[in-house]
Antibody, heavy 120, light 107 residues
């Protein structure tokens, strides 16, 4: 059974940093591109970032480019999102999701999400 | 960026009704479109990929159609467990933007 478990969310002040982690199991992690998608409270879904299986291709939404860094460790079956210079508008539930195919092609399995709140 | 216009933003229907949601892309995206279901407090779930392919395990009352710029998602007979918000998503180009969502309620 495919499982994705996010961790690392919490309350952080504007300008602060946070690192999200996603532990994957139940599939060959190193064969799949992975994504981060977020959802602000009461709002719709927003794609944040994608990384290919070997980390060769990395993409970001314009809203986070230069502030967020996606990475993965295939030996540890883990996906990460380093978030710096956080803003109030980054407040959201962050989902780790497996890409259907190549990076940016949509998501077939999702984690339960981790809440990031940016507030003073 | 390719914009996705989803409508309606909400609807109310009776159990057993046929429900239709539309999604329009701002440019031709071929069949590079997914549909997701999100129940309150839960993560989204993939229902339809490549515009019309049913994800494994998804009930056959869900279907999708369309290509180019105009797409349709249909629930042939609405069930109480279908109460959720539904999103389309294009993946022809990055960023893979989602539509604004359609909240489906029972009348």
């Amino acid at each position: 059974e495919v499982q994705l478990v996010e961790s690392g969310g919490g309350l952080v002040k504007p300008g602060g940093s946070l690192r999200l982690s996603c532990a994957a199991s139940g599939f060959t992690f190193s064969s799949y591109s992975m994504n981060w998608v977020r959802q602000a409270p009461g709002k719709g879904l927003e794609w944040v970032s994608s990384i290919s299986s070997s980390s060769s291709y990395i993409y970001y939404a314009d809203s986070v480019k230069g502030r967020f860094t996606i990475s993965r460790d295939n030996a540890k079956n883990s996906l990460y999102l380093q978030m710096n210079s956080l803003r109030a508008e980054d407040t959201a539930v962050y989902y780790c999701a497996r890409a259907i195919a190549a990076a940016g092609t949509g998501e077939d399995y999702w984690g339960q999400g981790t809440l990031v709140t940016v507030s003073s | 960026d390719i914009q996705m216009t989803q409508s309606p933003s909400s609807l109310s229907a009776s159990v057993g009704d046929r429900v239709t949601i539309t999604c329009q892309a701002s440019q031709d995206i071929s069949n590079y479109l997914n549909w997701y279901q999100q129940k309150p407090g839960k993560a989204p779930k993939l229902l339809i990929y490549d515009a019309s392919n049913l994800e494994t395990g998804v009930p056959s009352r869900f279907s999708g159609s369309g290509s180019g710029t105009d797409f349709t998602f249909t629930i042939s007979s609405l069930q109480p467990e279908d109460i959720a918000t539904y999103y389309c998503q294009q993946y022809d180009n990055l960023p893979p933007l989602f539509g604004g969502g359609t909240k489906v309620e029972i009348k």
